[in-house]
C-alpha cells in the first residue's frame, strides 16, 4: 500500500502563484509515475503532468508553459508549481501515484482562483 498526503492548496487571486506537494509513504519501493490530476465540479478528473521515474514529464496543453512539476525521488514527493493561475484552473487538485499498474490517490487539495 501506499498512502499520500497532499498539501499547498489554497484560495489565489489571477495571475498568483501556488505549490502543491505530495509525500507518499508506506510501501514506496518500485513507485513508478507520480503525477498531479484535477476534478472541477461538474467535470471528469483529468491529468494536469505526470513524471515519470527517469524524470520523463507531460503536462495537459491548458498549463503547459504555466505549470511546473517535479520530483525528488528519494523523499518520496512530487511538487507542482503553478504560476500565471486562472479561474479555470480551479479545482480539487489530486496526487496520483502508479506501482506495478495500480494507481494509488491522495485525498486532493482545493485550490480557488478568484479576485
Known amino acids: 500500500q501506499v498512502q499520500l498526503v497532499e498539501s499547498g492548496g489554497g484560495l489565489v487571486q489571477p495571475g498568483g502563484s501556488l505549490r502543491l506537494s505530495c509525500k507518499a509513504s508506506?510501501?514506496?519501493?518500485?513507485?513508478?509515475?507520480m503525477g498531479w490530476y484535477r476534478q472541477a465540479p461538474g467535470k471528469q478528473r483529468e491529468l494536469v503532468a505526470e513524471?515519470?521515474?527517469?524524470?520523463?514529464?507531460i503536462y495537459a496543453s491548458s498549463v503547459r508553459g504555466r505549470f511546473t512539476i517535479s520530483r525528488d525521488s528519494a523523499k518520496n514527493t512530487v511538487f507542482l508549481q503553478m504560476n500565471s493561475l486562472r479561474p479555470e484552473d480551479t479545482a480539487v487538485y489530486y496526487c496520483?501515484?502508479?506501482?506495478?499498474?495500480?494507481?494509488?490517490w491522495g485525498q486532493g487539495t482545493q485550490v480557488t482562483v478568484s479576485s
Open positions: 508506506g510501501s514506496t519501493f518500485d513507485i513508478n509515475t
Open positions: 496520483g501515484v502508479t506501482k506495478f499498474s495500480r494507481t494509488y
Open positions: 513524471v515519470t521515474s527517469g524524470t520523463n514529464s
